[in-house]
């Protein structure tokens, strides 16, 4: 995949998926010739302001960001939301507010995966996070890190040998606690239109996050999406290959939304992932034009 000049998705440790510090994103993105860089934590505002100190006297621009939670119509959805005041009182609350309800849920996912043959030690994983909300990608990180559960049978697909190898946290959160999957547990996220409304309010734009990903084989529910409100599309996402792409683009040009292109890099947890896997092609500088007068 082509490097880019701009990626509008990026993870920092700020997340409690993500591995690297603001500072250290900005300096990557950086070193690979990103030069528009929108930092899109987890619910979460306060590495922006870290991300912004590290960009002084660096040619990357940040652009202010967050992915939110929500839920449409039963499916799980992550809104961005661009240009966002990260001072506005309910955007900066809300990180406590969803880790709370992922705290929440930690034992019952515990419970799940022990009654598909995979046995968790709780402390062991709340030991690991580091005061963050434990999530399944860590739960498999620990697994796999210890010699009395890495041998567990269920979980060879995730040993570097594996099928399931290349990239095994993610994987094993995609296979076992995504929506849909044996150890999944709802959470009481906030509405696709609570989310939207969130956005607005604080200034911002919202854009549904990487479609292809949530939607799975209902694609067309974009639509209506887009009639909630959601006022442009991630067409250019590292979980869309080409006829995604395509399908997002013709979706986007049709309802005359704004695009975006995001490499939703994470660090550690999606390891085949890297800063600037966002390439948009001819798309590349009406996305930039968009998006420019956003950054800080």
């Known amino acids: 995949m082509a490097s880019s000049l701009i990626d509008l998705h990026v993870h920092s440790s700020v997340s409690l998926d993500g591995e690297y510090a603001p500072e250290k994103l900005v300096r990557m993105a950086e070193s690979v010739g990103v030069e528009l860089l929108a930092l899109a934590d987890h619910n979460a505002v306060r590495g922006v302001v870290r991300a912004m100190a590290g960009a002084e006297g660096s040619c990357v621009r940040v652009v ?4 939110i939670d929500c839920i449409f119509q039963g499916i799980d959805l992550h809104l961005l939301g661009y240009g966002i005041d990260i001072d506005h009182p309910p955007l900066a609350a809300l990180e406590a507010a969803v880790d709370a309800k992922v705290r929440a849920i930690f034992p019952e996912t515990v419970e799940k995966l022990a ?5 968790v030690d709780p ?5 690991a996070s580091g005061g963050k909300p434990p999530c399944g990608e860590l739960i498999a990180e620990v ?3 210890h010699e009395d559960t890495r041998h567990n049978p269920a979980l060879a697909p995730y040993l570097p040998t ?3 190898g290349d990239m ?12 849909g999957k044996p150890a999944y547990v709802p959470i009481d996220f906030m509405s696709l239109s609570e989310a939207i409304q969130l956005v607005k309010q604080s200034g911002g734009i919202p854009l549904i996050a990487h479609p292809g990903a949530n939607l799975h084989a209902d694609l067309e529910r974009i639509d209506a999406i887009l009639d909630a409100g959601v006022e442009g599309i991630e067409v250019y996402s590292t979980y869309h290959d080409e006829a995604l792409t395509a399908f997002f683009r013709q979706k986007a040009t049709q309802h005359g939304v704004l695009m975006s292109c995001g490499s939703d890099f994470h660090g550690k947890n999606k390891p085949l992932i890297h800063i600037g896997d966002s390439y948009a092609g001819e ?10 007068p956003l950054a800080l």
């Not at 009654?115 to 046995?119: E, H």
């Not at 402390?123 to 030991?127: C, D, F, K, S």
């Not at 095994?168 to 929506?179: E, K």
């Not at 798309?283 to 420019?292: C, F, G, Q, S, W």
């Open 64 to 67: 202010p960001a967050i992915e």
């Open 115 to 119: 009654s598909v043959g995979i046995d």
């Open 123 to 127: 402390e062991r994983v709340l030991e």
């Open 143 to 145: 697994l796999l890190a």
């Open 162 to 164: 594996g099928k399931r």
């Open 168 to 179: 095994p946290n993610i994987n094993f959160y995609r296979d076992f606690c995504a929506q």
């Open 283 to 292: 798309d590349e500088a009406v996305i930039r034009a968009a998006m420019l």
